[in-house]
T-cell receptor, first 113, second 112 residues
């Protein structure tokens, strides 16, 4: 059974700092991996989708990397801002499950002004 | 373009009552999903649909039923609510399998 772990569970940084969020998964047979952002009391917003054949994806100040063989992904946020404060979730899609996502529990990020 | 919408946003039920949650998407997506989110458990898939008229079980389907009579709508039903079904429910949709999933704002359900 696929398990997804995100460490740390919570992270607090000063504004302007570059930071890395980690995601690990136990079964490397994945189709792709998706990073989401969730604001308190809100739904999930898709940030990046990285295919199993890709090494990284970039969107603005965000960069997601994927090392499928070691079961790891990282989300790099450059020049963090208070507006980046949210919970960040990663989810993996197993090759044989088609559309099903397995989620980690998230990292709660606080960026202090 | 509203994306994915959910109705209602909040609901309180008594044990044994029934209700239906409605999800609607205007992106012409084939796939739709229902998840529940609980502290310490993350998001878990309840049921999903790969197209109009189809449904399939996810990870935690017991106590729930679903229907997809129209492509744009996916309904989640609770026939006899239990306190264990207190949760935040999210609907999502995607163009096809393997594509990005887009989420609705959620429904917070409390069963007393």
């Amino acid at each position: 059974k696929q398990e997804v772990t995100q460490i740390p569970a919570a992270l607090s940084v000063p504004e302007g700092e570059n930071l890395v969020l980690n995601c690990s998964f136990t079964d490397s047979a994945i189709y792709n991996l998706q990073w989401f952002r969730q604001d308190p009391g809100k739904g999930l917003t898709s940030l990046l989708l990285i295919q199993s054949s890709q090494r990284e994806q970039t969107s603005g100040r965000l960069n997601a990397s994927l090392d499928k063989s070691s079961g790891r992904s990282t989300l790099y946020i450059a020049a963090s801002q208070p507006g980046d404060s949210a919970t960040y979730l990663c989810a993996v899609r197993k090759e044989t499950s088609g559309s099903r996502l397995t989620f980690g529990e998230g990292t709660q990020l606080t960026v202090n002004p | 373009n509203a994306g994915v919408t959910q109705t209602p946003k909040f609901r309180v039920l008594k044990t044994g009552q029934s209700m239906t949650l409605l999800c609607a998407q205007d992106m012409n997506h084939e796939y739709m999903y229902w998840y529940r989110q609980d502290p310490g458990m993350g998001l878990r898939l309840i049921h999903y649909s790969v197209g109009e008229g189809t449904t399939a079980k996810g990870e935690v389907p017991d106590g729930y039923n679903v229907s997809r009579l129209k492509k744009q709508n996916f309904l989640l039903g609770l026939e006899s609510a239990a306190p264990s079904q207190t949760s935040v429910y999210f609907c999502a949709s995607s163009h096809l399998a393997g594509f990005e999933q887009y989420f609705g704002p959620g429904t917070r359900l409390t069963v007393t």
